[in-house]
Nanobody
Framework: EVHLVESGGGLVQPGGSLRLSCAASGFTFHNYAMSWVRQAPGKGLEWVSSINTDSSSIRYADSVKGRFTISRDNAKNKLYVQMNSLKPEDTAVYYC?????????????RGQGTQVTVSS
């Protein structure tokens, strides 16, 4: 059974940074592409970024390109996203998901999420 646990969220001022982590278990992590998705208050689920199995292919939504950096550590079964220059519109619950952009939406497997609030 896929088990994903996100951490690292919190309250940050505009322009600040956060690093989210996702601990994965219950499946062979290094065999699967992974993604970060988010859901802002009152809005639908939105794709943020994806990384393939060996980190050779990475994609970002236009809204976060140049500010967010996705990475993974297959030895530790962990997924990360470094978020810099945060904006109020980045406020959302962030989820890690077993998903690649050519797969069915929404992702079938994702964690419970971690709240990121960007506010002064």
């Amino acid at each position: 059974e896929v088990h994903l646990v996100e951490s690292g969220g919190g309250l940050v001022q505009p322009g600040g940074s956060l690093r989210l982590s996702c601990a994965a278990s219950g499946f062979t992590f290094h065999n699967y592409a992974m993604s970060w998705v988010r859901q802002a208050p009152g809005k639908g689920l939105e794709w943020v970024s994806s990384i393939n199995t060996d980190s050779s292919s990475i994609r970002y939504a236009d809204s976060v390109k140049g500010r967010f950096t996705i990475s993974r550590d297959n030895a530790k079964n962990k997924l990360y996203v470094q978020m810099n220059s945060l904006k109020p519109e980045d406020t959302a619950v962030y989820y890690c998901a077993v998903w690649w952009p050519d797969s069915a939406w929404p992702p079938a497997d994702r964690g419970q999420g971690t709240q990121v609030t960007v506010s002064s």
